[in-house]
């Protein structure tokens, strides 16, 4: 089962920021939180990834309260380009090393112009 | 264009065919993982290699499905006798670095159609 919660679809003007919300209230001290996406027919993106710190790269900032058991996935300037479905994810750690990626449905953001 | 790369990128078959699949990761990456998706779905797990060890199956992999990495660096997935609930897609993902905050790098999949 997903261990995070997120909203089923969302809305974003093209050129507004858009800011995604996830829950993951379950999250143990020292899992990350992953975002990744997915554009129809594609292969799911990497997008960041964070611990407790926020953190900024080319694409997105995630934002994780304190309590680290929620983030926000901020896209600053959204584009056309950037519909797709979003996907936050905490990882399950698999025997012998390695990780398993636990996708739940996401958040299909549409931006529109 | 992420460096992994999956052939072929469409497949369909009778059902009772096999079928196998290919997934060539980034070239430096000791791990490589198998995930399927059907419509609508997130991505689920299916099985994971750390170079040519098999060390995880998921429950969804059934007896009919057969995975392989024989040298450490590509890794195929077979499916015998396919059925029509095999119609998905296959995702390949590959990774390297500390378990701890790996980043998994995706193909762009292989569609499979079973009519």
């Known amino acids: 089962d997903a261990k995070t919660t997120q909203p089923t679809s969302m809305d974003c003007a093209e050129g507004r920021a858009a800011n995604l919300p996830c829950n993951h209230s379950?999250?143990?001290?020292?899992?990350?939180v992953y975002w990744y996406r997915q554009i129809h027919s594609q292969g799911p993106q990497y997008i960041i990834h964070?611990?407790?710190n926020n953190e900024t790269n080319e694409m997105a900032s995630l934002i994780i309260t304190e309590d680290r058991k929620s983030s926000t996935l901020i896209l600053p300037h959204a584009t056309l380009r950037d519909t797709a479905v979003y996907y936050c994810?905490?990882?399950?750690?698999?025997?012998?090393?390695?990780?398993?990626?636990?996708f739940g449905k996401g958040t299909t953001l549409s931006v529109s112009s | 264009d992420t460096g992994v790369s999956q052939d072929p990128r469409h497949k369909i078959t009778k059902r009772g065919q096999n079928v196998t699949f290919r997934c060539d990761p980034i070239?430096?990456?000791?791990?490589l993982y198998w995930y399927r998706q059907t419509l609508g779905q997130g991505p689920e797990f299916l099985t994971y290699?750390?170079?040519?060890?098999?060390?995880?199956k998921s429950r969804l992999l059934s007896d009919r499905f057969s995975a392989e990495r024989p040298k450490g660096s590509f890794s195929t997935l077979e499916i015998q006798r396919t059925e029509q609930g095999d119609s998905a897609m296959y995702l390949c993902?590959?990774?390297?670095?500390?378990?701890?905050?790996?980043?998994?790098?995706f193909g762009p999949g292989t569609r499979l159609l079973v009519l």
């Open positions: 964070g611990l407790k």
């Open positions: 290699f750390q170079n040519e060890a098999q060390l995880e």
């Open positions: 993902a590959s990774s390297a670095g500390r378990t701890s905050q790996e980043t998994q790098y």
């Open positions: 379950t999250i143990s001290g020292n899992e990350y």
């Open positions: 070239s430096e990456h000791n791990r």
């Open positions: 994810i905490v990882r399950v750690a698999l025997n012998q090393a390695g990780t398993a990626l636990i």
